[in-house]
């Protein structure tokens, strides 16, 4: 059975320093892909990241990089130099392709990101 | 503009109603989804639908009851319900049998729904 576990229930931190959000993953499957999302007070999820599980290459985009290890199952997400904008919820998805698509993803519980000014 | 809207954005409603939620995907997609998220729990898959056809329920209680008219509208009729259904109610699309994009879920907005 595929499961996410965010271990960070809650982190909170002063504006401009970096954070790192953990996320560490178990599947059976060889073939996978990995997401994060996150989630603002108003609700909706969105769309931040995708990896394959062939694809271990980590990813920067602007303040955002995302470090991918199948060795230890974890796919850590780090923001540098926070914003009180980047606070929300941020979740780590697991999604096997073995199921043929469509099956929905498997979400790990959260980690409320607070960012003070 | 988000690619997946839906409406109410809020409701309210007694245990004895009846009502609809209900969702629309502007992204082209063939998949869509019903989320729940309560308070302190994970995010919980409902109902899939893929072509228009429901393919899991995740022993979802029957006072919750899916509607899938084409692969853009999906609705989410609401019966009976109880305070504890109280929650955010997320609806999602993604294009399944997409290698490229790997079957990425899009979420909109959500329904917040409080059962009184």
């Known amino acids: 059975a595929q499961k996410v576990t965010q271990a960070q229930t809650e982190i909170s931190v002063v504006e401009k320093e970096d954070v790192t959000l953990d996320c560490v993953y178990e599947t059976r499957d060889t073939t996978y892909y990995l997401f994060w999302y996150k989630q603002p007070p108003s609700g909706e999820l969105v769309f931040l990241i995708r990896?394959?599980?062939?694809?271990?290459q980590n990813e920067i985009s602007g303040r955002y990089s995302w470090n991918f290890q199948k060795s230890t199952s974890s796919f850590n997400f780090t923001i540098t130099a926070s914003q009180v904008v980047d606070s929300a919820v941020y979740f780590c998805?697991?999604?096997?392709?073995?199921?043929?698509?469509?099956?929905?993803?498997?979400f790990g519980k959260g980690t409320h990101l607070i960012i003070q000014p | 503009e988000t690619g997946v809207t839906q409406t109410p954005r809020h409701l309210v409603m007694g245990m004895t109603n009846k009502k609809s939620l209900k969702c629309e995907q502007h992204?082209?997609?063939?998949?869509m989804y019903w989320y729940k998220q309560s308070a302190k729990k994970p995010l919980e898959l409902m109902f899939v639908?893929?072509?228009?056809?429901?393919?899991e329920n995740n022993s979802v209680p029957s006072r919750f009851s899916p509607e899938c008219p084409n692969s853009s509208h999906l609705f989410l009729h609401l019966h009976t319900l109880q305070p504890e259904d109280s929650a955010l109610y997320l609806c999602a699309s993604s294009q399944e049998g997409d290698r490229v994009g790997g079957n990425t879920i899009y979420f909109g907005e959500g329904s917040w729904l409080t059962v009184v």
């Open positions: 992204l082209g997609h063939n998949a």
């Open positions: 639908y893929s072509l228009e056809e429901r393919v």
């Open positions: 990896r394959n599980s062939f694809d271990e």
């Open positions: 998805a697991l999604s096997e392709v073995s199921g043929g698509g469509a099956d929905g993803l498997t």
